[in-house]
């Protein structure tokens, strides 16, 4: 098929088969047709294009994505019975496996984090949940892992926060370093730096 416009027969001369055909070839290459983002139509009165509506996005933790293949990833109400209820799909802080556990926010409005508690000791973990996360001390190292909203006694995802590295990426002696995944209401997802220090 070619997408060149065929010369016309000079006068005089015949109009050929290959004339024609090369005609044809050209207004079928040139011809819009429709795709997955639009949709063409044509009738005697014209040719018209229509964007294709896309699908509503997923609202942040929707069935669009699949966070039980996501380390630390997470699922509301997971059993479908409880909208308090967060279930955090296993994970690995450095070598340390974490186990998937599920978590109850508290009912009362508010904004809550979910956090990993490892013993320095054994290196066991348990995931915890509360309207902060403690400073590490001599018993325990704490790492964040999200932060949740709890409105009319449902909660939902606010901000989905990584640790890096062990304990946290300490990016210089004044502070440390998060990378910090926030989504809004439409899906879109926004990627920053939290730096917490002096």
């Given at each position: 098929?070619?997408?060149?416009?065929?010369?016309?027969?000079r006068?005089?001369e015949?109009v050929r088969?290959?004339?024609?055909?090369?005609?044809?070839?050209?207004?079928?290459?040139?011809?819009?047709?429709?795709?997955?983002?639009?949709?063409?139509?044509?009738t005697?009165?014209?040719?018209?294009?229509?964007?294709?509506?896309?699908?509503?996005?997923e609202s942040?933790?929707?069935?669009?994505?699949?966070?039980?293949?996501?380390?630390?990833?997470?699922k509301?109400n997971p059993?479908?019975?409880n909208?308090?209820?967060?279930r955090?799909?296993?994970?690995?802080i450095?070598?340390i496996?974490?186990?998937?556990?599920?978590?109850?926010?508290?009912?009362?409005?508010?904004?809550?984090?979910v956090y990993?508690r490892?013993?320095?000791?054994?290196?066991?973990?348990s995931?915890?949940s509360?309207?902060?996360?403690p400073?590490?001390?001599?018993?325990?190292?704490?790492?964040?892992?999200?932060?949740?909203e709890?409105?009319?006694?449902?909660?939902?995802?606010?901000?989905?926060?990584?640790?890096?590295?062990?304990?946290?990426?300490?990016?210089d002696?004044t502070?440390?370093?998060?990378?910090?995944?926030?989504?809004?209401?439409?899906?879109?997802?926004t990627?920053?730096?939290?730096?917490?220090?002096?």
């Amino acid at each position: 098929m070619s997408m060149i416009l065929p010369n016309p027969p000079r006068p005089g001369e015949p109009v050929r088969a290959e004339h024609i055909k090369s005609l044809i070839e050209y207004c079928r290459a040139i011809t819009p047709r429709s795709s997955a983002f639009c949709r063409v139509s044509t009738t005697s009165g014209g040719t018209t294009f229509q964007p294709v509506r896309r699908p509503e996005p997923e609202s942040p933790g929707g069935e669009g994505v699949d966070w039980s293949k996501i380390m630390f990833g997470y699922k509301v109400n997971p059993d479908g019975d409880n909208p308090l209820e967060v279930r955090i799909y296993a994970g690995r802080i450095a070598s340390i496996v974490v186990a998937q556990a599920d978590v109850v926010l508290p009912g009362a409005d508010g904004d809550y984090y979910v956090y990993v508690r490892r013993a320095k000791s054994n290196d066991s973990t348990s995931v915890m949940s509360g309207a902060d996360w403690p400073d590490d001390d001599a018993t325990y190292a704490y790492y964040i892992l999200h932060q949740f909203e709890v409105e009319a006694g449902v909660a939902g995802i606010k901000t989905v926060i990584r640790p890096l590295a062990r304990d946290k990426m300490q990016v210089d002696k004044t502070g440390l370093q998060y990378q910090v995944l926030q989504i809004d209401a439409e899906g879109a997802v926004t990627v920053d730096w939290l730096r917490a220090g002096p």
